[in-house]
């Protein structure tokens, strides 16, 4: 009989793994990127490093070391019209995301992400997967408030960076919406590790197209560059275990404490980035805006889990339980969202 101490102690201690791997990637990723630091104005190219690397790893994990098992059942149909376009969107949330770290803070960056719920809600609407209540009506307002107070608080906006880091929510939410149609319609589950396998090779190939013409040119230009390889290689590693951490967390606990960890995270990421950079200036409105817009993500959270509580049957739950899986484990795994 497994000691519930230490199944606490394992616990908390994933959850601990999680928040410090996730706030240091993007820490790492803006150290990196930055003019003022490592100076690698490169996104692109580092994103497409990251999903080489995620994905010659997975196949050495899965297939030559055989540590860990990818599920079984996809199939040619189901790889083109479900994983690709989640590779696409993936790829999309990845670029744009660490570009707007050029022309934004890392802390407004983590503000404007909060409005991730909206996005995902209208989209969803728009697709037939969700219902418009007055209900959710009030928390999206909540949350759209919320981002507005604290982008109005922001010190040094550039509108540049601001769409950029849109651009990457509009990703993120079309991901996944394509993640929850690829479970419900096409009938297959798979565990975050599988998913990774499958979605990293075709999120590569999505980045290595524009990184031909956009950054390319840019980096043979500047000729030879001087950036320590190990530096690149533990940034890769760092996604990786990010990555890992997830699977770790979802595995062993809930989509509840999968979503309050990233909350925490979020907050630890807006506080913390003031310490370490320049170019984060908090204001009292900054954080009284992002305080409501939080509360409005912590919401829209539990209204989300209560609706999938009553949606899934008894026999549902105890599958979930004993593969380690289910639609909203599926859905909350955030693939190294940066």
Not at 162 to 174: C, D, F, N, R, W
Request: hydrophobic share 50%.
């Amino acid at each position: 009989m497994a000691d519930p101490k230490k199944e606490g102690f394992l616990t908390y201690a994933y959850i601990m793994l999680y928040i410090a791997l996730s706030s240091g990637q993007i820490f790492f990723n803006k150290w990196v990127l930055s003019s003022k630091e490592i100076n690698f104005p490169y996104p692109l190219g580092l994103t497409l490093l990251h999903m080489v690397f995620s994905s010659v790893l997975c196949f050495v994990l899965t297939k030559v070391l055989k540590i860990m098992k990818v599920e079984e059942g996809m199939t040619q149909e189901i790889y083109l019209t479900s994983v690709v376009p989640i590779g696409a969107m993936f790829a999309m949330t990845l670029w744009l995301g660490n570009t707007a770290y050029l022309y934004i803070s890392v802390a407004f960056a983590q503000m404007l992400k909060a409005i991730m719920p909206v996005a995902v809600f209208v989209l969803g609407v728009a697709v037939g997967l969700e219902i418009m209540s007055c209900k959710m009506l009030l928390i999206m307002s909540i949350i759209s408030f919320g981002v507005l107070v604290a982008s109005y608080g922001e010190i040094n906006i550039n509108w540049v960076g601001v769409v950029y880091q849109m651009g990457g929510v509009v990703g993120e939410a079309l991901r996944l919406i394509f993640m929850e149609i690829f479970v419900k319609r096409k009938g297959l589950k798979l565990n975050p590790i599988s998913v990774m396998y499958y979605v990293s090779p075709c999120s590569a190939i999505c980045l290595f197209l524009p990184w031909i013409f956009l950054e390319k040119p840019k980096m043979d230009e500047h000729g030879p560059w001087n950036f320590p390889p190990v530096l690149l290689i533990l940034n890769c590693l760092c996604t990786f275990a990010l990555n890992l951490s997830v699977f770790l967390v979802i595995t062993h606990t809930s989509a509840l404490t999968i979503r309050v960890a990233g909350v925490v995270k979020d907050w630890v990421v807006v506080l913390v980035s003031a310490l370490l950079f320049a170019d984060t200036k908090l204001t009292m409105i900054n954080l009284f805006g992002y305080g409501i817009a939080i509360a409005g993500v912590a919401a829209y959270n539990n209204y989300k889990l209560k609706k999938e509580a009553t949606r899934e049957s008894p026999n549902d739950s105890q599958n979930a339980s004993e593969h380690g899986e289910s639609s909203h484990r599926l859905e909350s795994q955030p693939l190294t969202r940066r």
